[in-house]
C-alpha cells in the first residue's frame, strides 16, 4: 500500500476540513507542459485529414457548393458551440470522457464508451490512410533516386500494370507551364467505348491499392477480397510502429510533436493553393465548389453528411476535445483556443477544397467533360488530384515529397488525440496502468494493426468505405445528440455556464447560451431523424454488394449500443423503490464539486486536493450519498465554507448546498 497522508486546510470561515489521500499508489495525471501545446493539440487534431482528405471528396460527392452550404449553416449551429463546450467541460471536470459524467449524470456513461468504441474503430481504418501516404513518398522517392518522373505520370500507361485501353495522362509540356497553354492529349482517332481513366487514378487503384491485377480489368471488391498487398501492408505496420514510440512517451512527448504536425500542413497547402489556381480552367472547379446547386440542398443526405463532417474535421463528439481539455490547468483559456481552432479548423477545410476543385477544374478542361464527371468521387480524391497538380510543378519529386510528408503528419497529428483519447479512458478508469503504459500502447497498437490487416487485402477499400461511412461517420451523431442533451437540459445549460464563467473568470455570451440550450441539441436531433426518413443503403452505386450496408450497421451498432447499456446499468444502480425514482437519481451526480477559496491548502504541498473525495450524508429528502471532490485551484465561492462534521463522515457546508440547490 502507498503512503497516506493527512491534508488540513482552512475554508473561507475557518472552518476545517482534512482527509487522507493515497499519493504513492495513484500517478499523477499529466498536464500540458504550456499553454502552446493544448492549441497545438487541438489544431494538430482538427486541421488533419478530415479537411485535406474527406471534406473535398464528400464536397464532390454532394455538389460542391451545395455541401459547403449546410456544412457552414451546422458549423455555426452546432460545430463551433461544441468544440467550445467540449473543451471546457473537460477542463473544468479534470476528467475524461468517461469518468467525468459521474460529476454530471451518470446516466450519460455510455457517451464515453460510446466514443471510446468509436475512436477505437476510427483509428483501425485511420492508419490505412497514413500508409497510402507514406507508400508514395517511397515510391516518389525511388523514382528520384533512379531519374524517372513520378509514378504516376503518362509513362505509366505504358507499363505492365496499367489498363492500357482505357489510361490517358494529362499533361502540360514543361515548355508551356509558365505559358498556361491547355494541350488535350488525345484525339477522336482515341476516343473508344472504353471510359478513360487518367494515369493518376489508375497509378492509385492498381499500384496503391491492387484493386485489379496487373493489367487486368477485373475487380477486386467485398465479395472478392483477393490477396494481401505487401508493399502496403509493410506501410501500415511501420506506421503502427511510429504511432508505439509517440504513444509510449505520453501527451506530454504528443505535445512536442505538435509544433511539426499542425504548422507544415498550412504552408504547403498554401503553396498547392497557389499553384492549383493559376492552371487552366481552374476557376470552372472553383465555381463549382462554392456555387451551390440549390436542387441537392433538398437531399437529406448531403445535410447528414454535411453534419458528420462537421463532427469528423473539428472531432466534437468524438471524446478527444474532452480529454485534451482535462490535461488544461484549470484556469486555461480556452475560450481563445477553441475560437483560434475552429476557426482555423474552417480555413484549412475551404483552401483544401478551393485547390482540390481547382485542379479537377483543369483536369476537366484538359478531358473536355464536365467537372462532376472528371474524376471518381471517393476516399482516394486528394490521391489523385493532388499529385495531377503535383506532376505540372517544375521539380514535381520535390514537391511530391513534401506533399506525403505533410499528407502523413495530418494523419499523424489526428491520429495521436484519437488513441490518446483511448488510452486516458483506460487510465481514467484504471490508475495504475499509467505504470505500465508501454504495455498498454503496445497492446492496442498491436491489437489495432491485426484488426486492420483486411484494409491491406485488394477488396479492402471497400470495407474501408464501410468502416468510413458507419464507424467514423454515421456512428457518431448519436453520443454526439445524447451529449448535447444531458449537458443543456439534464445537467442544465444554466449551471455548465456558471461553471465555465467561474472557471475563466468570463461572461458567456447569448450565442453559447442559445446554442448550447436550444440550437444545438434540437438541430442534431431533426437531422437524425430526416436521416432515418430519408435512409438511403449503403451500395455506392451498386457497388457494394447488398451485405455491406448490413456489416455497416452491426460496426455501428457496436458503439451506439453502448448509450441504452450503460444508461440501463446506471439506473439500475442508482437508489429507489421504482423505476421513476431510480431514473431520477440517475440524472444527477454523483460527484459534485465543490469549489474552494485560493489559499485553502496548508498541508504537504505535494498532495493534490482534486484526489481527495469525501463522503455526503443523506439529506432529509432522501437524497443518496453522493462524493465530493474538493477543488483547491482559482475559485472563488460566495459564501462558502467547509465544516466537517464530528463524525467524519461527511461534509456539510453552504459552498455543498449551493451547488445542490443548482442541481435541484
Known amino acids: 500500500m502507498g503512503k ?52 473535398p471528396y464528400l464536397a464532390y460527392a454532394y455538389g460542391g457548393g451545395a455541401f459547403l452550404f449546410p456544412y457552414l449553416i451546422i458549423l455555426f449551429v452546432c460545430g463551433k458551440p461544441m468544440y467550445f463546450m467540449e473543451c471546457a467541460f473537460g477542463q473544468y471536470h ?16 455510455g457517451i464515453g464508451y460510446a466514443q471510446l468504441v468509436i475512436q477505437a474503430m476510427t483509428s483501425m481504418y485511420y492508419v490505412t490512410i497514413m500508409a497510402w501516404a507514406m507508400f508514395y513518398f517511397w515510391t516518389t522517392l525511388f523514382a528520384a533516386c533512379l531519374g524517372d518522373p513520378v509514378p504516376w505520370a503518362g509513362q505509366f500507361c505504358d507499363s505492365e500494370w496499367a489498363h492500357k485501353p482505357s489510361c490517358i495522362s494529362v499533361h502540360i509540356p514543361s515548355n508551356e507551364i509558365e505559358q498556361g497553354y491547355p494541350l488535350l492529349i488525345f484525339t477522336n482517332e482515341t476516343l473508344d467505348a472504353t471510359p478513360k481513366v487518367t494515369s493518376a487514378q489508375q497509378y492509385y487503384d492498381r499500384v496503391i491499392l491492387m484493386k485489379f491485377d496487373k493489367g487486368g480489368d477485373t475487380k477486386y471488391d467485398l465479395s472478392s477480397m483477393g490477396r494481401i498487398n505487401w508493399l502496403l501492408m509493410l506501410n501500415f505496420l511501420l506506421s503502427w510502429v511510429i504511432m508505439f514510440f509517440t504513444l509510449v512517451k505520453g501527451i506530454a512527448s504528443a505535445g512536442k510533436a505538435v509544433y511539426i504536425t499542425s504548422t507544415l500542413p498550412f504552408i504547403v497547402l498554401f503553396i498547392l493553393l497557389g499553384r492549383g489556381a493559376s492552371l487552366p480552367n481552374a476557376v470552372e472547379g472553383i465555381k463549382y465548389f462554392l456555387v451551390p446547386q440549390f436542387d441537392k ?115 499523424l497529428g489526428s491520429q495521436i488525440a484519437t488513441l490518446e483519447t483511448v488510452l486516458t479512458i483506460i487510465y481514467d478508469q484504471w490508475p495504475m496502468l499509467r505504470k505500465k503504459k508501454p504495455l498498454v500502447c503496445g497492446i492496442a497498437c498491436v491489437t489495432c494493426f491485426f484488426i486492420g490487416i483486411p484494409f491491406m487485402m485488394q477488396g479492402g477499400i471497400d470495407i474501408f468505405d464501410i468502416f468510413d461511412s458507419y464507424a467514423g461517420g ?88 453502448q448509450l441504452p447499456i450503460w444508461a440501463g446499468i446506471a439506473i439500475y444502480q442508482a437508489k429507489g423503490s421504482t423505476f421513476k425514482e431510480k431514473l431520477h437519481e440517475s440524472c444527477w451526480p454523483a460527484e459534485i464539486m465543490v469549489p474552494v477559496p485560493v489559499g485553502f491548502v496548508e498541508g504537504p504541498s505535494d498532495v493534490v486536493l482534486e484526489e481527495l473525495h469525501h463522503v455526503a450524508e443523506d439529506d432529509a429528502l432522501g437524497r443518496k450519498s453522493v462524493a465530493v471532490s474538493v477543488q483547491s485551484e482559482d475559485f472563488d465561492v460566495e459564501n462558502g465554507s467547509a465544516e466537517q462534521h464530528s463524525s467524519g463522515s461527511g461534509i456539510n457546508n453552504e459552498a455543498f448546498d449551493q451547488k445542490d440547490e443548482e442541481l435541484r
Not at 476528467?95 to 446516466?107: D, H, M, N, Q, Y
Not at 475552429?342 to 464536365?370: K, R, Y
Request: glycine share 10%; hydrophobic share 50%.
Open 474 to 561: 454515421f456512428s457518431v451523431l448519436f453520443p454526439a445528440v445524447v451529449e448535447c442533451v444531458i449537458i443543456g437540459w439534464v445537467y442544465g445549460v444554466t449551471r455548465f455556464v456558471n461553471d465555465t464563467n467561474n472557471m475563466l473568470n468570463m461572461k458567456v455570451s447569448v450565442y453559447w447560451r442559445s446554442t448550447w440550450g436550444l440550437l444545438s441539441p434540437l438541430s442534431l436531433i431533426l437531422i437524425l431523424i430526416l436521416t432515418f426518413a430519408a435512409y438511403t443503403p449503403l451500395n455506392h452505386g451498386g457497388l457494394l454488394p447488398e451485405f455491406a450496408d448490413g456489416l455497416g450497421w452491426g460496426i455501428a451498432m457496436v458503439s451506439i449500443i
Open 94 to 109: 479534470q476528467e475524461g470522457p468517461v469518468t467525468i459524467w459521474k460529476r454530471v449524470a451518470p446516466i450519460g456513461k
Open 297 to 411: 440542398l433538398l437531399n437529406v443526405q448531403t445535410w447528414r453528411n454535411a453534419a458528420e463532417q462537421m463532427f469528423y474535421s473539428l472531432s466534437c463528439g468524438f471524446g478527444s476535445l474532452v480529454m485534451l481539455g482535462s490535461y488544461n490547468k484549470r484556469k486555461h483559456n480556452c475560450y481563445s483556443d477553441a475560437m483560434i481552432v475552429s476557426v482555423a479548423d474552417t480555413a484549412t477545410s475551404l483552401i483544401a477544397g478551393i485547390s482540390v476543385f481547382s485542379i479537377l477544374g483543369f483536369m476537366a478542361g484538359q478531358l473536355d467533360v464536365g467537372v462532376e464527371t472528371v474524376a471518381q468521387s471517393g476516399p482516394g480524391l486528394v490521391f489523385v488530384t493532388f499529385p495531377e497538380a503535383l506532376n505540372q510543378m517544375p521539380y514535381p519529386h520535390l514537391w511530391a515529397l513534401i506533399f506525403f510528408v505533410m499528407l502523413y503528419t495530418l494523419g
Open 4 to 55: 497516506k497522508k493527512e491534508v488540513v486546510g482552512n475554508g473561507s470561515a475557518g472552518n476545517i476540513v482534512t482527509g487522507k489521500v493515497d499519493v504513492d499508489e495513484i500517478p499523477d495525471r499529466t498536464q500540458w507542459g504550456n499553454k502552446y501545446e493544448f492549441i497545438l493539440a487541438c489544431i494538430s487534431m482538427s486541421v488533419g485529414l478530415g479537411n485535406v482528405w474527406r471534406f
